[in-house]
């Protein structure tokens, strides 16, 4: 693909050489298919691999990890974590830094004060995500006020703005509420009786991706999604494929970032992923038909849906053009996919984080209890529309150990952990000039944790640290949610979201890691896979001591003789499933590039396309398609 970009004097040179060659039959110039070839190879491995960025490039006088440009640091950057090659470079080079993709292709990292400033506040629209990041997203995400540039993100910008309100977030925490509660009560039909007490074993990121879904459909747009009461639901099964983390669809991802063709190869899981798109499309287009008309009339209505309604209403009258149906589809698409699993993802992070820390989760819990001991309470029940039911609940944003690890855990694992910019215009970042079309990286998950930030223990999760910050450890040192005008617009919404689910959980069970998988697949920050999110490749799996000392069981499988818990074994219940093992491509399901690929690159790829695409169909319904993918975690199905 990198080829197809050669200038347009590459090949003019290649030309001329070519004719050179006929005219004088000149035997050290070969013919005219190996002038072309010999040019561009050239091109790209002595000009572009070597001399260009070395001694022309404008950026080399940044400073520049040690390498050889024509194959660079990628493998450094595909193989690790997500922005941990750059935070052990920073640490190294200094604060804006330069590295290179294969064949020379320059960029850069930045990763001071000033620097990040410049971009997310000073001049943030000379730096917009580049073309084909924003392709790659837009099959998840759609073209929303995430991934809208310029002028039409200050617009769309404007219009959302209302919907997240602090007024408005407000109005939302009894749906937080509601959504946390109903998912504890649905863990708690999977408790068992076990050594030390009843006790349940469950992966729960699964759970909170279920329940933040119900939470933005209902806060959303008022709609009830069933997420938490049919893991099988579509929409459900679409996500998962969405953001599935096999081996192969991680590196198809992967060449996606970087090549957005790579969509239209035919294989199992660009149709996986368009399949789950169309369900997630078809299920928008449901909601708005449905909400949009009602949301316009109604004065009362508090979603974020009716609200955005009301404020396009506005501009109408103002005279101006408003937001398309097709935007306002898109924007259901962002707040769905990037709403939802965004904060699941923090929220897993943070109860590993405290199953590891258990002196840290105590003191939480102390302080959750002393604020609201109703949650404590087995025969309280939450009613949204009692106002005594909620007066006992106390504001969350009160509570400052709860704020504390909340931000340290954001910190310390951001659930995003970079965001890529390309230079419109030439500009200038901490002195040094910076072409336009330069590729800059901002790394939250290298800036969180760099010692000129945060101090010596920068890598030490510790929410005391938020007591006594540095000087340093300013606006920009915390890039979770980003800053500026392309700071993250549901920011708020987030934090309050994750406080009431912390809540929740932590009044219910005591968590601790399950030492079975474990053992099995190491500690999860070991295994962090990027798409999108930070998450845990095989998940947080945990086991959860209840708090109560009978707790109301109401599950087919319940038997009060059985001691399931053993610390070195795994799961004896069929309340969980294990992560599958990555498998080998299947040929008859996947892409095989050694036979398909050779009618493709005979020139006959519609004709091949149209004969494969015939047994998509057939594939979906495979064990690993989207079909499988449907299935959830059976310890989610008992609880339904």
Partial sequence: MKFLQTPVSVYATAIALA???????????????????????????????????????????????????LWGQFMSIISEECGVPQRRWHRKYGQIIRYYFPFGSERLSIASDAGIRHMTVKNPYNFPKPQRARSWMVRVLGM??????????????????????ISAIRTFTPIFWEKALKMTRKQTELTQRGVDGWMARFEILGWLNRCTLDIIGKAGFGAELGALVNGNSPLVGAYRT?????????????????????????????????????????????????????????????DVLALIAHENNKLLAKGEPGLSRETMRDQIMTFLGAGHDTTATGVAWTIHLLATHPEIQARL??????????????????????????????????????DNVCRESLRYIPPIPMTVRQSIQDD??????????????????SINRLEWFWGEDAEVFDPERWNHLPPTAGTNAFMTFLQGPRGCLGRKFAEIEMKVLLCALLSKWHFEPDEYYV????????????????????????????????????????????????????????????????KPADPSSWCNFLTRGQDVLRGVGHHAFSKLMPRAPKVLRLRGGLGEQFRTDSSMDKSS
């Fill in 19 to 69: 004719v050179l060659a006929r005219k004088g039959d000149h035997p050290m110039i070969p013919g005219s298919l190996g002038v072309l070839s010999s040019t561009i190879m050239a091109y790209w491995i002595l000009w572009m691999g070597w001399i260009y960025p070395t001694y022309v490039s404008k950026l080399r006088h940044i400073p520049t990890v040690s390498g050889f440009p």
């Fill in 144 to 165: 929303g006020v995430l991934l809208a540039e310029g002028a039409e993100h200050q617009y769309q910008r404007k219009t959302l703005n209302p919907g997240f309100s």
């Fill in 242 to 302: 969405m953001f599935n983390f096999d081996t192969i669809s991680h590196a198809m991802h992967g060449f996606q970032a970087f090549f957005p063709q790579g969509r239209y190869i035919p294989c199992k899981t660009n149709w996986d992923i368009e399949a789950s798109r169309q369900i997630i499309i078809k299920e928008c287009d449901r909601i708005l038909s449905e909400k949009l008309e009602a949301a316009q009339e109604a004065t009362d209505a508090k």
């Fill in 428 to 445: 200038v970042i901490d002195g040094y000039h910076v072409p336009a079309d330069t590729v800059i990286y901002l790394l939250s998950n």
């Fill in 365 to 402: 819990r102390a302080e959750i209890k002393e604020a609201m001991p109703c949650l404590f309470n087995p025969n309280w029940k939450f009613d949204e529309n009692d106002a005594e039911s909620l007066a006992c609940l106390a504001d969350v944003e009160r509570l400052r150990y709860l």
């Fill in 519 to 582: 053992e099995k697949y190491g500690d999860p920050e070991d295994w962090k896979t990027w798409r999108l999110v930070l998450r845990p490749k095989y998940g947080v799996h945990v086991v959860a001591k209840s708090l109560d000392s009978e707790p109301l069981v109401t599950s087919d499988s319940y038997d009060p003789d059985h001691v399931f818990y053993d610390p070195a074994s795994p799961p004896l219940i069929a309340d969980e499933e294990e992560p599958e093992e990555p």
